[in-house]
């Protein structure tokens, strides 16, 4: 099957060099010692990405399975789990922790905003009664992004565990898993990180562990089950059969990744970031985020006589690609341009604008220029 060329936060593009390792030969991953090293030593290299030394384990699924396997193992029946709720994903989480038994207290701010930390820090001298706090870094349907760097020390701060949704955000932004002193950090290798869908990523600290070592009653899930990984390196087999070759892919990311430089990569979100804002704005759209837009993904409004949905729609009759809308009650309000990982370049981008700007002209709105024009004109002035 040949697939419509899609431009989206994600999957993203995957570089060659990454689809090459797909194709490699593989042999038996659960009991080979060797792999069971080479695994180890690319979870290593997920770390030094993510900024942390904690232990960090890549699971056979899609970046969903880290959020709910750092919910399934931390919760246990009756705890108070505090979500951090300004997006769509945010809000989500108060699901895992109810299926595991958890009785989530969802505290809720305004979507177009990053969560406001002083609002969390009054709220929290008020009540800190909680085993683990939950919250995104970003926010993809909407592309807010959450200040890390403030909200999960501060949670630390009472003694509550931090769980960070970093999905769509690591790679793209500072995560700083130590630094930020996260507990558990979530990620997935198809966002930022431009590698095959297939692996969730999750970092664990060492009060994440005790706390599931604490735990009295036991985590009810095997696949969500973080534990389960316990040892594998001594034991020598890992707990289920690992997609070999999307590990192998993975590292090929991570390598590019680090070729480039870190700090390069993060330049390179901002700018392109930063042009796409701008241009979008002077062509007479407005942004969906108010403060706190997220580098990785661009949310703009879409005037409702033409609606998100019928753009779309036209865009794939007619030009053959397709680009992505939000979701649940934005479906419809919402474009959004993903710039992350592979599609954080220049030649990507200014062909998606070109596209998208002939799209909404031929659905009669009248941009003041060339949007493409307009995103190269706001790269140039930053330079
Ligand atoms: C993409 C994403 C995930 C993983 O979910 P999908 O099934 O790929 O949509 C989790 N959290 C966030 C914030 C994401 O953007």
């Known amino acids: 099957m040949r697939f419509k060329p899609s431009y989206a936060p994600g999957p ?29 030593e690319v979870c290593q290299k997920m770390g030094k990405v993510m900024g942390t030394t904690n232990e960090v ?44 038994g958890g009785e989530p207290v969802v505290l809720s701010f305004d979507y177009q905003k990053s969560i406001p930390v002083e609002e969390v820090r009054d709220f929290l001298e008020k009540d800190h009664d909680f085993k683990y706090a939950t919250f995104v870094h970003c926010d993809t349907p909407t592309a807010i992004l959450n200040d890390v760097s403030q909200l999960s020390p501060l949670l630390k701060e009472y003694g509550i565990l931090t769980v960070v949704d970093s999905v769509a955000g690591m790679v ?6 130590d630094k930020n002193q996260i507990d558990i950090c979530c990620g997935g290798t198809q966002k930022a990180i431009s590698a095959p869908v297939g692996l969730a990523i999750v970092s664990i600290s060492d009060d994440a562990k005790k706390s599931m070592n604490n735990r009295k009653t036991p985590i009810a899930s095997y696949y969500a089950n973080l534990q389960i990984f316990n040892g594998y390196i ?11 070759s999307t590990v192998e892919a993975l590292e090929v990311a991570l390598d590019n990744i680090l070729n480039e430089g870190q700090k390069a990569v993060y330049d390179r979100h901002a700018k392109i970031a930063q042009a796409v804002r701008k241009s979008v704005q002077d062509y007479g759209l407005s942004l969906f985020v108010e403060s706190g837009a997220s580098n990785t993904v661009t949310a703009v409004i879409i005037p409702s006589e033409i609606g998100a949905l019928r753009l779309q729609n036209h865009i794939q009759e007619t030009y053959n690609l397709y680009i992505a809308t939000s979701l649940a009650q934005y479906e419809d309000v919402i474009l959004r341009i993903g710039h992350m990982g592979e599609n954080a370049f220049t030649d990507k981008v200014l062909s ?3 596209v998208i700007d002939n799209g909404l002209r031929d659905l009669g709105f009248e941009g003041k220029g060339n949007l493409g024009q307009l995103f190269l004109d706001a790269l140039r002035e930053e330079n």
């Open 12 to 40: 993203t593009d995957v570089r060659e060099n990454v689809r090459l390792a797909l194709a490699k030969k593989t042999n038996n991953t659960d009991f080979d010692k060797e792999f069971i090293q080479y695994y180890h």
């Open 57 to 100: 384990l890549l699971l056979a699924g899609e970046g969903i399975l880290a959020l709910e396997a750092a919910c399934a193992s931390l919760t246990e029946p009756g705890d108070r789990v505090l979500v951090l709720d300004n997006g769509i994903y945010g809000e989500g989480f108060k699901d895992f922790v109810r299926m595991y």
């Open 172 to 177: 793209g932004e500072p995560i700083d898993v």
């Open 234 to 244: 001594e034991k020598g087999t890992l707990p289920y059969t690992m997609p070999a």
């Open 352 to 354: 998606v604008l070109t």
